[in-house]
């Protein structure tokens, strides 16, 4: 949005519209050259293909692996049979993975609304910083992406998740406690951006194979609904006082954090296992 904002207008959106479709080209590229799930084609009772990409896989590593028995079930279902697994027997996994979903996407929307409308001009900042505040969302959200990855492999999923969330809870508070509001959002972007890192991490590898895909598209749904819900209800808050907004935006991180309380006390820790072994 900064480099837009640089731009002459006539070409700035040209420019938006052609880098969207480069990376529609990528993820064109990344389908066909990434294989199909071995264990989801097996589920499916496809095992021969299964194994044709388990030897090209050997093959471009040069070696072979000899793994003991695990026991893929065959599931034939649709999407009403797979919603009826989900709800069924991983109910309560659906409902740590859509509270995860939901944290992401009401604190993303809600800061992207309550940014421009009410946090900006409250804090005495001109509308052509708003960019630049994006800018350094995203570039804080990478790198505290990368580190929140590496601690997800060391520390492992539950301690991670629940760490970041709660600093990304105390993060929102600086965005009212601070004097320095690019320091606050620099802090706030480089903690709070990095939560779907290991969330969602977290919810799509506590589901089996065969219905993984049918959880993640239900999760989303529940994930988008708060996102439509969010804005609307922060703008408004803020309204009276862009802390009341904030304040808001914590009280949803505190789904994340309870979330990831439960799981921590109740859930399976998916570090260094199989997903036979996880689900």
């Not at 900064?2 to 990528?26: K, Q, T």
């Not at 299964?50 to 590593?61: F, G, P, T």
């Not at 965005?175 to 969602?200: E, G, P, R, T």
Request: aromatic share 14%.
């Amino acid at each position: 949005m900064a480099l837009l904002e640089n731009l002459d207008p006539e070409w700035g959106w040209r420019f938006a519209f052609f880098l969207g479709g480069v990376i529609a080209l990528l993820i064109v590229w990344v389908r066909r050259s990434v294989p199909e799930s071995p264990r989801w084609l097996l589920s499916k009772g496809m095992d021969e293909e299964a194994e044709k990409i388990v030897r090209s896989l050997e093959v471009e590593a040069g070696k072979t692996f000899r793994a003991e028995r695990c026991s893929v079930p065959v599931f034939d279902g649709g999407l009403l049979e797979g919603m009826r697994l989900i709800l069924g027997g991983y109910r309560w996994r659906f409902v740590f993975a859509s509270s995860l979903s939901l944290t992401i996407l009401t604190t993303y929307y809600g800061l992207v609304s309550l940014l421009p409308i009410s946090l900006a001009p409250a804090m005495g900042l001109p509308p052509e910083s708003v960019p630049t505040l994006f800018m350094m969302g995203s570039v804080g959200g990478f790198f505290g992406g990368v580190v929140v990855a590496i601690f997800a492999d060391l520390l492992g999923r539950k301690a991670t998740g629940l760490g970041i969330a709660i600093l990304s809870a105390l993060a929102t508070l600086t965005l009212v406690h601070l004097d320095n509001f690019y320091v606050a959002f620099a802090i706030y972007s480089f903690i709070a951006f990095s939560f779907a890192s290991v969330a969602y991490v977290s919810a799509m590898e506590i589901f089996p194979s065969h219905v993984r895909a049918t959880a993640i598209g239900l999760i989303s749904i529940i994930g988008r609904l708060g996102g439509v819900v969010a804005p609307p209800l922060l703008v408004s808050l803020s309204q009276h006082n862009y802390a009341y907004g904030v304040y808001g935006l914590f009280a949803f991180w505190l789904v994340g954090v309870i979330a990831y309380l439960l799981w921590s006390m109740f859930g399976v820790e998916a570090k260094g296992k199989s997903i036979e072994e996880i689900t």
